[in-house]
T-cell receptor, first 116, second 116 residues
Framework: DVKVTQSSRYLVKRTGEKVFLECVQD?????MFWYRQDPGLGLRLIYFSYDVKMKEKGDIPEGYSVSREKKERFSLILESASTNQTSMYLCASSSPPRQFRYNEQFFGPGTRLTVL | AQKVTQAQTEISVVEKEDVTLDCVYETRDTTYYLFWYKQPPSGELVFLIRRNSFDEQNEISGRYSWNFQKSTSSFNFTITASQVVDSAVYFC?????????????FGAGTRLFVKA
């Protein structure tokens, strides 16, 4: 079974703090993703990575950065947390897409971050 | 612009009722994939089905069935004889060839309540 784990289920931070969200997958997937989930907006892609040390911006990268030093680990960093970053953060991984097969993503349980 | 529209924000049914979750998508690509995911209260999204743009066959898996119609850009999901365990948020998603299959666009989700 694919397992995607996230370092915390719940996190409370103060405005201006640096926040690290960690994600680890154990299926040797090349692709990893960070989303935030907000009511009425679905999942929005923050960043994704298709290989170690490679990253691409998603639809809402402002205020975030990422790090992928090892294949199994993908970190999301909030350099200076703000209240509008209060959200549910979901990590996912997948095999790379092939010409006739776009693969499903496997998700972690999410981290509910509250910034006060 | 929203490319995946799930117009039903919340649906409430009584156990054993049939329920259909609507999904309408928009894309200019001829090659794309559509997905449905389920997010139970535990928070972890679970993959349900993938369908590529060249395969309009409907699919049935137990109590679940999916109706893909390119003519109306819809990919609807029906649960027959609903059960309390079907209570969850359901997301429809689109992955387009122009992004190489790397980026998946999610709808806002439909929250399904199944009452005993």
């Amino acid at each position: 079974d694919v397992k995607v784990t996230q370092s915390s289920r719940y996190l409370v931070k103060r405005t201006g703090e640096k926040v690290f969200l960690e994600c680890v997958q154990d299926m040797d997937h090349e692709n990893m993703f960070w989303y935030r989930q907000d009511p009425g907006l679905g999942l929005r892609l923050i960043y994704f990575s298709y290989d170690v040390k490679m990253k691409e911006k998603g639809d809402i990268p402002e205020g975030y950065s990422v790090s992928r030093e090892k294949k199994e680990r993908f970190s999301l960093i909030l350099e200076s947390a703000s209240t509008n970053q209060t959200s549910m953060y979901l990590c996912a991984s997948s095999s790379p897409p092939r010409q006739f097969r776009y693969n499903e993503q496997f998700f972690g349980p999410g981290t509910r971050l509250t910034v006060l | 612009a929203q490319k995946v529209t799930q117009a039903q924000t919340e649906i409430s049914v009584v156990e054993k009722e049939d329920v259909t979750l609507d999904c309408v998508y928009e894309t200019r690509d001829t090659t794309y994939y559509l997905f449905w995911y389920k997010q139970p209260p535990s928070g972890e999204l679970v993959f349900l089905i993938r369908r590529n743009s060249f395969d309009e066959q409907n699919e049935i898996s137990g109590r679940y069935s999916w109706n893909f119609q390119k003519s109306t850009s819809s990919f609807n999901f029906t649960i027959t004889a609903s059960q309390v365990v079907d209570s969850a948020v359901y997301f429809c998603a689109l992955s387009e060839a122009r992004t190489g299959g790397f980026k998946t666009i999610f709808g806002a989700g439909t929250r399904l309540f199944v009452k005993a």
